[in-house]
T-cell receptor, first 116, second 112 residues
Framework: KAGVTQTPRYLIKTRGQQVTLSCSPISGHRSVSWYQQTPGQGLQFLFE???????NKGNFPGRFSGRQFSNSRSEMNVSTLELGDSALYLC???????????????FGQGTRLTVV | DQQVKQNSPSLSVQEGRISILNCDYTNSMFDYFLWYKKYPAEGPTFLISISSIKDKNEDGRFTVFLNKSAKHLSLHIVPSQPGDSAVYFC???????????FGTGTRLQVFP
């Protein structure tokens, strides 16, 4: 069974540009979450999608957005990039179909975004 | 507001000894806790979890202890091995929410 796939692995963008990151979850998983990892900040929750609907959202500005497609693949978009957006962006999928949080999430390798 | 805290950014342990990684949380609604391990250039991988109805869960060399009254959990690795060297994140979630709240991580270094 293939794992969570994130593309691209590395990305360099200029301030003010926008970027789209992609995540393909494990087959059969319908929940996809996005996290930002920066040194000293751990993994900060961005948002979670389930069946094409955003179910949870973290405390990030509106420049960060996402969507999920009918095949559960998800994209994350960041507009008007800032230097502080440089981070590792991780996607996680889980089979959680309900409201119980007792499900482990499986992570992709992440996309390393550098904003210059 | 950091709801899940790992106050030790790093830990160094000799091979064969016990590694104890600590995690504190503030939200009493959390009822499921997980530990993830992360190597450089890889995504976090699930290690072990514990539900709030238990106070201990063991899986091989890894044991997680939960103290609900203190809102504290710990991960014990016995015996520690060099391959355990990684960053360890604790995470928490609560009924009614599917998002995991992560701590800032503890870098474990196991030396020979």
């Amino acid at each position: 069974k293939a794992g969570v796939t994130q593309t691209p692995r590395y990305l360099i963008k200029t301030r003010g540009q926008q970027v789209t990151l992609s995540c393909s979850p494990i087959s059969g998983h319908r929940s996809v979450s996005w996290y930002q990892q920066t040194p000293g900040q751990g993994l900060q929750f961005l948002f979670e999608y389930f069946s094409e609907t955003q179910r949870n959202k973290g405390n990030f500005p509106g420049r960060f957005s996402g969507r999920q497609f009918s095949n559960s693949r998800s994209e994350m978009n960041v507009s008007t990039l800032e230097l502080g957006d440089s981070a590792l962006y991780l996607c996680a999928s889980s089979s959680n179909a309900g409201l119980m949080g007792n499900t482990e999430a499986f992570f992709g390798q992440g996309t390393r975004l550098t904003v210059v | 507001d950091q709801q899940v805290k790992q106050n030790s950014p790093s830990l160094s342990v000799q091979e064969g000894r016990i590694s104890i990684l600590n995690c504190d949380y503030t939200n009493s609604m959390f009822d499921y806790f997980l530990w993830y391990k992360k190597y450089p250039a890889e995504g976090p991988t699930f290690l072990i979890s514990i539900s709030s109805i238990k106070d201990k869960n063991e899986d091989g060399r890894f044991t997680v202890f939960l103290n609900k009254s203190a809102k504290h959990l710990s991960l014990h690795i016995v015996p520690s091995q060099p391959g355990d060297s990684a960053v360890y994140f604790c995470a928490a979630s609560g009924s009614g929410t599917d998002k995991l709240i992560f701590g800032t991580g503890t870098r474990l270094q196991v030396f020979p």
